[in-house]
């Protein structure tokens, strides 16, 4: 059975820094992509970032390039999201989730397995 937990969410000042992390089970994360999604309220979901199995390249949305950083820890079979510079509109809860593929991909429908979401806020 293949499980994700997301972890490192919180209420952070503009400006701020977090390191969500997304532990998996029942599933090698060196064999398939990671993708990070956020949903604000209101909003559907939408990708942030992917990094792929296939060449271990790594994708963002524009609004998070060079704030917002992907990596993956295979030994502890666990992906990371390191975000810098927060902004009140990065408020969202951020899912973690992978694909019975090598590649990665913007739609969420085809993303076979999702953690359960952790709640990043940003405000002073």
């Known amino acids: 059975q293949v499980q994700l937990v997301e972890s490192g969410g919180g209420l952070v000042q503009p400006g701020g820094s977090l390191r969500l992390s997304c532990e998996a089970s029942g599933v090698s994360l060196d064999d398939y992509p990671i993708g990070w999604f956020r949903q604000a309220p209101g909003k559907e979901r939408e990708a942030v970032s992917c990094?792929?199995?296939?060449?271990?390249?790594?994708e963002y949305i524009d609004p998070v390039e060079g704030r917002f950083f992907i990596t993956r820890d295979n030994a502890k079979n666990t992906a990371y999201l390191q975000v810098h510079s927060l902004k009140p509109e990065d408020t969202a809860v951020y899912y973690c989730?992978?694909?019975?593929?090598?590649?990665?991909?913007?739609?969420?429908?085809?993303?076979?397995?999702w953690g359960q979401g952790t709640q990043v806020t940003v405000s002073s």
């Open positions: 989730a992978t694909r019975r593929s090598a590649y990665c991909s913007t739609w969420p429908y085809e993303y076979n397995y």
């Open positions: 990094i792929s199995t296939s060449d271990g390249s790594k």
